[in-house]
């Protein structure tokens, strides 16, 4: 059963209703018409704004000064287009483009500098196009680099024109500056006329300069055709022979710059042989010389460099003269327990640069506003530099541009500067005392004044343990051996009986203290135990009453002598007057 639909949406009428609009439809029609044109119009004004903010932001992105500079430094003047030659003279109103003022005007303003960085960045890498264009390309620019390899290295020589005559040149004293090292020399093997004409077409290249060109991971040598290595023998070391199943001798000799040494090693018995006699503190230049890239042995990660290598007969090695300021650093190794001996100049330093960074390092750990907990030196890794100081638990790898500097503004809010000051206190103080202390001049560190009350606690206490010890263990050395001085005269004392006679020990006890220590030595000598007897009979003897006054015997005694003597020069005189006449 088939339903048929009368009002289809789908089915084509003859009499449209929606086609006939009132007027006030027709009104509505033209409003919404011009809102669309307003809407157009404000679009086009926000597209033009967009770019033109675009052009802004590319040209502050573009170097300001090289916009009507160019690389001579000259202000770059806009010149006329270039005239275009026309096949035909009617062809001439076909041919000559129709240039507004507005475009004549930008392509002045034009700039090659702008042009060039504005192309870089339109270019897309991830196209096919690329792609092809650099595929195409890359056989292209494969056989230019040939070509041009097999060009220099057909210019290249292996000997100087004209060295075979350098045996027959004398040798003379001088003082001055050589040009090509840029070393004083104090001896001239070579004229320098003569060098000028061996070095005329060869490049120069002194040992900052071929570490310049030399650069990892490649290594290439120098892309010149000739070129020669400068420097001064700092070392040479003994002929030796390789590791291979035929062994070639060897010798190894050391450039060095003052700054940079870089090792020559000569292979072969006829460049051993020729070379062997150079001496040590010559300035020599090497011609053209192998690039030898090396890494420490049983090292895979260590750093890779190179040195340089000669392994033909060929003359090669120019002597021009002997240096005058080169030196060796004679400072010991502590660890090695030898001196340095590392080449250093003489007219401008004591030591080599290691041990000046020692005397440095100790120079600076004595002075208060160096000892900072963030050792000095360069930075560990690119684009990162020390903090001052920066606490040890820290990172040490921090970016100078995402943060501060050392000024805390009073702009903003009271939340933005106390942000402002955490960052500070965080990246460059070791904690928060530190930073207050700095921005705060009356501020004390109560931590400094507890550390100070430790420090006198501690210093009491080691001094009450000294005075302790000293008391368990007796007096010091000076002591005892004063003690034992007064101990041996004492003894003496009491031998002679002078003690016995006195009938008391004067001293209160402390002789009996000093000989109560030595009764544990004993003697073979009968007098001397006797009279050790005698004192310890005198020690135990005791009175109860004492009295100093002469005893009744030592005065009987007294009194017997002086009547004798009396007696002995009176008892015969006469006593009789007789004798006196009376006048």
């Not at 030659?85 to 005007?105: F, Y």
Request: hydrophobic share 30%; aromatic share 6%; net charge positive.
């Amino acid at each position: 059963m088939v339903h048929i639909i009368d009002n289809d949406p789908r089915e084509v009428k003859l009499l449209d209703p929606y086609t006939d609009l009132s007027e006030d439809d027709k009104e509505q029609e033209s409003d919404i018409q011009r809102e669309l044109e307003m809407i157009e119009r404000k679009k086009q004004d926000l597209i033009s704004r967009l770019k033109e903010n675009k052009r802004k932001l590319l040209s502050k992105q573009l170097d300001p000064n090289m916009k009507n500079i160019n690389s001579r430094g000259r202000v770059e003047v806009p010149r006329s287009p270039k005239r275009e030659s026309l096949p035909a003279q009617e062809n001439l109103q076909h041919n000559v483009p129709q240039v507004t003022h507005n475009q004549a005007a930008n392509n002045k303003k034009a700039n090659p500098n702008e042009e060039d960085i504005v192309r870089k960045e339109l270019d897309v890498v991830a196209t096919t196009s690329y792609f092809q264009n650099k595929f195409k390309n890359s056989k292209t620019d494969e056989n230019r680099m040939v070509t041009a390899y097999q060009q220099m290295m057909s210019a290249r020589t292996h000997t100087f024109n004209g060295s075979t005559s350098l045996s027959d040149n004398k040798t003379i004293q001088c003082d001055e500056l050589e040009p090509y090292s840029n070393f004083h020399i104090k001896k001239r093997y070579i004229p320098k006329d003569e060098v000028d004409k061996l070095l005329h077409g060869i490049k120069i290249l002194r040992l900052n300069k071929l570490f310049a060109k030399v650069r990892p991971p490649s290594f290439s040598e120098p892309q010149y055709s000739n070129w020669v290595a400068i420097g001064a023998i700092s070392s040479k070391e003994d002929v030796k022979l390789t590791n291979a199943a035929k062994p070639v001798k060897y010798f190894k000799f050391t450039l060095t710059d003052f700054r940079h040494n870089l090792d020559v090693y000569v292979f072969g018995k006829k460049p051993v042989e020729r070379y062997y006699n150079l001496r040590v503190g010559d300035i020599i230049a090497v011609l053209n010389p192998e690039i030898l890239p090396w890494r420490p042995s049983g090292c895979v990660n260590g750093i890779k460099s190179f040195n340089l290598r000669i392994g033909h007969d060929f003359n090669c090695i120019l002597e021009i003269g002997a240096s005058r300021d080169l030196g060796w650093c004679q400072m010991v190794n502590h660890g090695q327990s030898k001196i340095c001996n590392s080449p250093i100049n003489t007219k401008t330093d004591r030591c080599c640069e290691f041990h000046r960074e020692l005397q440095m390092r100790s120079t600076a750990s004595k002075r208060i506003e160096l000892s900072g907990s963030y050792a000095l030196g360069a930075p560990t890794k690119v684009g990162t530099q020390p903090s001052i100081y920066k606490d040890n638990n820290k990172s040490r790898n921090t970016n100078p541009a995402k943060h501060k500097m050392f000024s805390i503004t009073g702009h903003g809010s009271k939340k933005e500067q106390e942000k402002e000051k955490h960052e500070i206190e965080a990246h460059h103080f070791s904690n928060k005392r530190a930073a207050k202390a700095f921005f705060d001049d009356s501020f004390q560190d109560p931590s400094l004044l507890a550390n100070l009350e430790s420090k006198r606690r501690k210093i009491k206490a080691s001094k009450m343990d000294r005075n302790l010890l000293k008391a368990l263990n007796g007096e010091d050395a000076s002591q005892s051996k004063n003690k034992q001085q007064v101990k041996e005269i004492t003894e003496k004392t009491l031998q002679t009986g002078v003690i016995q006679r006195l009938g008391f020990d004067p001293s209160g006890g402390q002789i009996a203290k000093v000989l109560d220590k030595s009764r544990g030595t004993k003697t073979d000598d009968p007098t001397i135990s006797k009279k050790m007897g005698l004192i310890n009979d005198l020690i135990h003897f005791k009175k109860d009453k004492i009295k100093l006054k002469p005893s009744r015997e030592i005065q009987l005694e007294k009194r017997h002598r002086r009547e004798a003597i009396w007696k002995k020069h009176f008892q015969d005189t006469n006593d009789s007057d007789s004798d006196l006449e009376i006048v």
